[in-house]
């Protein structure tokens, strides 16, 4: 013992000495990156790792998941510099005003730059992997697709059948983890919009493999066998596969009719093959994932405020009344545009969810900010829209469901002006499926607090960490409302 005490007390020292120099060395290149600019105030943090564990213990508090930013703002600003995600260069931003001049200089003086093994699984003709003039034409075409008017006509009956079906499904069931249901509603609601499939073994298959491949977005990107990572490649492989098999059948059987995306995008005879089966993709993955939380959140929150869950129910026992009371009542449009409560309800659950948290840009030239900083050319900002939808500052008491918060708010463009409520992004990228979205949740709504009553079978929280979920999956036991006032 006596002897081996210096032996590790020398070991102690040289790593020590080793692990300052390489702090040192690190803040130099740091530094040095900066090309002598006043940057943003803020902290690298660890080497390497930077803040990344900060950033994710933050905002994977359930009572605090602004921690990690206030703390930050509180020193810094609401625009500090930090070092996360593997990107020693980068700002983040919770300041709604700068968050929209981001957004809205796309392609100008900002860029996408989404991180490479996200880019790399969606195919370099994913919409957030295109740049320039593709980006424009192929985001014009998810608007197109998407829009407004489009969607009475286009989705509201096949997304009711799909309803339909389902929720008796669940009432069969009764106990259900309701997050795990409506994942699989939305891979098949969106397995019909997108390829015209409907529930099969080849839709169950799909569905398998795009759960591999949403697994693998979250995964830390290691690619050998084995690893969620790579099992996301095989099952990319596999969905752009079952892709080309739809269009080489629509090649060959035009007359056959098929009212999906897949079809209308045969038709601009402009889309590459390739370009069509990577933008199919990555609508099946942007479209999925958010909007199937977006569902299971707001069953969460109306769980939690009863009030606000008597008045969405009376909104929708009036509405199912007025048309006659009838099982399976089909809505339309007007009756879509008459849920004034039920647009507060989506409102603030996309505030309180952020299913989409964040944005990825990088600089293409040296940025002014306020103070009189400078973000340098090829930095990247990291507009955190979770920091802002959770900020007191900007929504009264906001980690609470509020819902008649939006009530003096419901025209869109008035809303659309928000700069600190974007759920859906804003400028040339902003989302194009929000309009779908928000009709998939009120039609989900509408059909669920119309046929069911419902209870917790245990307490769940809200994660934020990768991405929002509830940590239990939502389990509720379900009963039949046999009439309106039950
Ligand atoms: C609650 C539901 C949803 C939320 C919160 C959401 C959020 C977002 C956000 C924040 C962006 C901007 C990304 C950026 O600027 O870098 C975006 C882009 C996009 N979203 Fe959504 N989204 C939702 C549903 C959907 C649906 C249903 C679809 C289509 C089926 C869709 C398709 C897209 C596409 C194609 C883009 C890329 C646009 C581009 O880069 O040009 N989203 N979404």
């Known amino acids: 013992m006596a002897e081996t005490l210096p032996y590790s007390w020398l070991v102690g020292f040289v790593c020590f000495v080793l692990g300052f120099l390489l702090l040192q060395l690190y803040k130099l290149v740091w530094r040095a990156d900066s090309r002598g600019y006043r940057l943003p105030p803020g902290s690298t943090g660890w080497p390497l790792i930077g803040e990344t564990i900060s950033f994710f213990r933050g905002i994977n508090s359930t009572d605090q998941p602004r921690r990690y930013i206030q703390e930050r703002e509180r020193r810094y600003g609401e625009i500090f510099r930090s070092n996360l995600f593997g990107r020693s260069r980068i700002v ?230 007025r048309k006659g009371n009838q099982k399976n009542q089909k809505l339309n449009w007007d009756d879509y545009q008459s849920m004034k409560f039920t647009q507060c309800v989506i409102n603030e659950t996309l505030r309180l969810g952020n299913f989409g948290p964040g944005v990825f840009r990088e600089a293409k030239e040296d940025i002014k900010t306020k103070g009189g900083f400078m973000i340098p050319r090829g930095w990247t900002v990291y507009v955190f829209l979770t920091g802002t939808h959770l900020d007191n500052k900007y929504h009264s008491s906001a980690l609470t469901f509020d819902p008649w918060r939006w009530q003096q708010h419901l025209q869109d463009q008035e809303l659309s002006k928000n700069p600190s409520f974007m759920p859906f992004g804003g400028g040339a990228r902003l989302c194009p499926g929000m309009h779908l979205a928000k009709l998939e949740l009120a039609l989900f709504l509408h059909n669920f607090v119309t046929k069911f009553r419902w209870e917790a079978l245990q307490h769940d929280k809200i994660s934020y960490f990768p991405f929002p979920r509830l940590i239990k999956g939502l389990p509720i036991r379900l009963h039949l409302r046999e009439r309106l006032d039950d």
Request: hydrophobic letters at 40%; glycine letters at 4%.
């Open 92 to 321: 983040v931003s919770v300041d709604p005003e700068f968050n929209k001049h981001v957004l809205q200089h796309e392609g100008r003086q900002f860029q996408a730059n989404y991180p490479k093994p996200l880019r790399n699984l969606i195919g370099k003709f994913g919409l957030l992997s295109v740049h320039g003039d593709l980006q424009k034409k192929l985001h014009g075409t998810a608007v197109n697709l998407l829009r407004f008017e489009r969607l009475s006509v286009d989705f509201m009956e096949d997304i009711q059948n799909l309803l339909h079906i389902t929720l008796a499904k669940w009432q069969a069931k009764r106990d259900i983890h309701l997050q795990e249901e409506c994942h699989q509603l939305v891979l098949n609601l969106m397995a019909k919009q997108l390829l015209d499939l409907s529930p099969s073994k080849e839709t169950e298959e799909i569905c398998e493999a795009f759960g591999h491949f949403s697994d693998a977005l979250l995964s830390v990107p290691i690619r050998i066998p084995g690893t969620a990572y790579a099992r996301g490649f095989k099952a990319r492989e596999f969905l752009i596969k079952k892709i080309y098999e739809g269009i080489e059948d629509r090649r060959k059987h035009p007359q056959a009719v098929h009212n999906d995306l897949l079809t209308k995008l045969l038709k601009e005879d402009s889309l590459s093959e390739e370009v069509i089966a990577d933008f199919i993709l990555f609508l099946l993955f942007a479209g999925h994932e958010t909007s199937s939380r977006s569902m299971s959140f707001a069953i969460k929150f109306l769980t939690g405020c009863p009030r606000a869950l008597e008045e969405l129910k009376a909104e929708h026992d009036a509405l199912l009344k």
